[in-house]
């Protein structure tokens, strides 16, 4: 029983250790996509833009993450693998439609990530994050 749960507990680390980095890297393309920087942005300047996209994309990531954990069965290795391809694979389509929506769409996206008010096309890629992340667990399962 006490093997079990120190096998638990050390699954669950190197699964917690895959989902930070991941969500690392998902604020980092957030970073990339928005002028100036993602941290001043939301926690100095308050900006809901920037804020909703990041929201949208850490919880693509989680929604990926989790459904990839839950499917993993009992191999630790394969899943921790498959959680960490199934996580690259959801931060690489959601970056996509990112600049999908960037290209067919007046102005710059980026820019109006950054505006003070609420934009509309911020719904529309953060909507797109998720429908993304959802495909892809749908995908996983």
Do not use: C
Not at 32 to 52: C, F, M, Q, Y
């Amino acid at each position: 029983m006490f093997q079990e749960l120190l096998t638990g507990l050390l699954a669950a680390v190197a699964y917690g250790v895959i989902g930070v980095a991941m969500m690392g890297l998902g604020y980092g393309l957030v970073d990339v996509a928005t002028p100036g920087k993602l941290r001043d942005l939301i926690w100095v300047n308050r900006n809901p833009n920037a804020a909703l996209l990041l929201v949208s994309g850490l919880l693509g990531v989680g929604i990926i993450l989790t459904t990839a954990i839950a499917a993993s069965a009992d191999d630790l290795v394969a899943g921790l693998i498959g959680t960490l391809a199934y996580g690259i694979l959801g931060l690489v389509m959601m970056s996509l439609s990112f600049l999908l929506i960037d290209a067919i769409t007046p102005g710059r996206l980026g820019e109006e990530l950054a505006a003070q008010n609420l934009h509309p096309a911020t719904w529309v890629s953060a909507s797109a994050h998720v429908v993304i992340a959802v495909v892809i667990a749908a995908a996983i399962w």
